[in-house]
T-cell receptor, first 111, second 112 residues
């Protein structure tokens, strides 16, 4: 089955800790995205990558980092510099059409 | 400033009671408008893409329409399983490419 997977489904972070969220796709899509979703707000773009070994900051990149070493993978690290990381994180990918397809999400909670 | 606004924030319907969700947008240029369905705790599921005013798309009980300023998602004779949050997103040209702006969504509750 083609699709996008995210892991873990739930993640808990302690103060001062960095955590990494995984996103993998087997759709052969070039572009991948990370969004943050908070209650009552639209999805906000954290980082995006249009090609391997290249990525760009989105609207709320502070406190986050990414890498794109493989076409299939786009992990997101939430660093200790992100002061309010509790949110639902969504990864998406996009191929030749303009449509973004989303993974199932990771819910991050700060303890 | 580019903006996407969805209304109402929440909508409660009886089973079989048809209604419409609105997505109004103010952007410098429209490349495409997307509708998604999102169930609680899950990622958005793609429904439709609309590209130009006058375009319509249908899928089961859902029909999406587009004008130069807004899009409607019409729900005909809804069932309880249609309960979800419906997201609208607009893609607009941006420096070096394009950007996608999401609305906050409309939460739909359909009661049996």
């Amino acid at each position: 089955d083609g699709g996008i997977t995210q892991s873990p489904k739930y993640l808990f972070r302690k103060e001062g800790q960095n955590v990494t969220l995984s996103c993998e796709q087997n759709l052969n899509h070039d572009a991948m995205y990370w969004y943050r979703q908070d209650p009552g707000q639209g999805l906000r773009l954290i980082y995006y990558s249009q090609i391997v070994n290249d990525f760009q900051k989105g609207d709320i990149a502070e406190g986050y980092s990414v890498s794109r070493e493989k076409k299939e993978s786009f992990p997101l690290t939430v660093t200790s510099a992100q002061k309010n990381p509790t949110a639902f994180y969504l990864c998406a990918s996009c191929g030749n059409t303009d449509t973004q397809y989303f993974g199932p999400g990771t819910r991050l909670t700060v303890l | 400033e580019d903006q996407v606004t969805q209304s109402p924030e929440a909508l409660r319907l009886q089973e079989g009671e048809s209604s419409s969700l609105n997505c109004s947008y103010t952007v410098s240029g429209l490349r495409g408008l997307f509708w998604y369905r999102q169930d609680p705790g899950k990622g958005p599921e793609f429904l439709f893409t609309l590209y130009s005013a006058g375009e319509e798309k249908e899928k089961e009980r859902l029909k999406a329409t587009l004008t130069k300023k807004e899009s409607f998602l019409h729900i005909t004779a809804p069932k309880p399983e249609d309960s979800a949050t419906y997201l609208c997103a607009v893609q607009t040209p941006n420096t070096g490419g394009f950007k996608t702006i999401f609305g906050a969504g409309t939460r739909l509750f359909v009661k049996a």
